[in-house]
């Protein structure tokens, strides 16, 4: 690791200029090191590796706070992966899917006074929310508030863009509709009516129930 330590100090000083004494762990090549440390400075440089006292110290400090440093990144990225990754491999194992969804969609009906309705899409990619790829449609053939028949709507238009052999939009891998087994069916009459393979299924928040085909 000797080798490593070099590299980093080489890397590290590439941009910055090297301290009156720069005090290291160990060293592969003292003499070379310092000598380049003090040419990329100017002036003198003196590369310290100690054994014992005060500056053996110092090393001590800084390889406790690198470990400290190393474990907190570790337990963040541990919580991230928990909530991303590990959240769509548990989703597809209550679904009963081959594999964890990497491209999931959702879609939500909202009307304005009961008359105007409009579809919001949301997508999440591995787990995390890509939001410059969210869309929103304008129910453009159902007369009124209609959530069922709106619903069908925009699936179909949204899986009608896969199709499109001028830029088509990629397939999810797993489209969540707001709502219960109403929605779920007319979201599934769409699919189905295009001849597309990929799961779907309803949330209906009030009382956080996940509604499967059939």
Not at 80 to 105: D, F, K, N, Q, Y
Not at 156 to 163: G, M, P, S, T
Not at 198 to 210: C, D, Q, S, V
């Amino acid at each position: 690791h000797e080798e490593v330590l070099d590299a980093f100090l080489k890397k590290f000083y590439e941009e910055r200029l090297p301290a009156r004494e720069v005090i290291v762990q160990a060293s592969g090549d003292p003499l070379t090191l310092e000598a380049w440390l003090r040419e990329k400075k100017g002036s003198a440089v003196t590369l310290t590796v100690p054994q014992r006292g005060d500056k053996q110290g110092l090393v001590d400090n800084a390889l406790q706070n690198a470990e400290d440093a190393l474990k907190k990144r570790n337990a963040r990225d541990q919580v991230v992966h928990e909530r991303t990754i590990g959240a769509s491999r548990e989703l597809a194992s209550a679904l009963a899917l081959r594999e964890a969804p990497g491209r999931i969609e959702g879609f939500d009906i909202s009307n304005t006074q009961g008359e105007q309705s409009v579809a919001s899409m949301v997508v999440f990619i591995k787990g995390e929310p890509a939001r410059k790829e969210y869309r929103h449609f304008r129910i453009k053939t159902v007369e009124g508030a209609n959530d069922f028949a709106s619903m069908n709507e925009v699936i179909l238009r949204r899986l009608k863009r896969a199709q499109l052999e001028d830029n088509p939009w990629p397939l999810p891998d797993l489209i969540l509709v707001d709502g219960g087994p109403e929605q779920l069916a007319f979201a599934i009459a769409a699919r189905d009516s295009l001849g597309i393979s990929l799961p779907i299924f309803g949330l209906a928040k009030r009382n956080e129930e996940i509604w499967l085909p059939g």
